[in-house]
Antibody, heavy 125, light 107 residues
Framework: QLLLHESGPGLVKPSETLSLTCSVS??????????WAWIRQSPGKGLEWIGS???????HYNPSLKSRVTLSLDTSKNQFSLQLSSGTAADTAVYYC?????????????????WGQGTLVTVSS | EIVLTQSPDLQSVTPKEKVTITCRAS??????LHWYQQKPDQSPKLLIK???QSFSGVPSRFSGSGSGTDFTLTINGLEAEDAATYYC?????????FGQGTKVEIK
């Protein structure tokens, strides 16, 4: 059974960098059938995709956040991470990590089939 | 960016009633459209993938249809446990986007 678990500080000061890690168990992040993604949800709002990373190192970012986002993989720990720089109150949200199915043969991206439970990050002084 | 517009925003339904939620894409996305259910204080859960394929373990009362720009999620015979917010998501074009959500509440 695949499990994803987000961890990191729940409080970040404005202008500082938000850093989160997603630990994956029950499956390998080097599996070429999947991308690994971050998605956030502001309080009372909808879902916003932040970015996704493949085991090869290939990344995709939401253009609205691209200048501030860095994704990375640690295959030795079976973890992947998010860094979001220059935090503002608008970055206050529940952050989810998720697995995205990917058809590497056809190059087609599909659904997010497994999600972590989410972690609330508040940007405030 | 592809915009997904769901309707309605809120649906109040009695148990056993049929529920229909629509998702309209701002341009054609084939069948790269997926549906999720999110209950309060929980993470979203995949219900339907690629417009009409049920995800493993999802009750058969949930079904999806559509292609191109117009998609539908149907719940045949709503149960109390189905009270949740439902989101569509497209994976056709970057950036991946979600609909604004449809809240289904039980009367």
């Amino acid at each position: 059974q695949l499990l994803l678990h987000e961890s990191g500080p729940g409080l970040v000061k404005p202008s500082e960098t938000l850093s989160l890690t997603c630990s994956v168990s029950g499956g390998s992040i080097t599996n070429t059938d999947y991308f690994w993604a971050w998605i956030r949800q502001s309080p009372g709002k909808g879902l916003e995709w932040i970015g996704s990373m493949y085991s090869s190192g290939s990344t995709h970012y939401n253009p609205s956040l691209k200048s501030r986002v860095t994704l990375s993989l640690d295959t030795s720990k079976n973890q992947f991470s998010l860094q979001l720089s220059s935090g503002t109150a608008a970055d206050t949200a529940v952050y989810y990590c998720a697995r995205m199915e990917y058809d590497s043969f056809w190059g087609k991206y599909r659904n997010f089939d497994h999600w972590g439970q989410g972690t609330l990050v508040t940007v405030s002084s | 960016e592809i915009v997904l517009t769901q309707s309605p925003d809120l649906q109040s339904v009695t148990p056993k009633e049929k529920v229909t939620i629509t998702c309209r894409a701002s341009q054609s996305i084939g069948t790269s459209l997926h549906w999720y259910q999110q209950k309060p204080d929980q993470s979203p859960k995949l219900l339907i993938k690629s417009a009409s394929q049920s995800f493993s373990g999802v009750p058969s009362r949930f079904s999806g249809s559509g292609s191109g720009t117009d998609f539908t999620l149907t719940i045949n015979g709503l149960e109390a446990e189905d009270a949740a917010t439902y989101y569509c998501h497209q994976s056709s074009n970057l950036p991946w986007t979600f609909g604004q959500g449809t809240k289904v509440e039980i009367k």
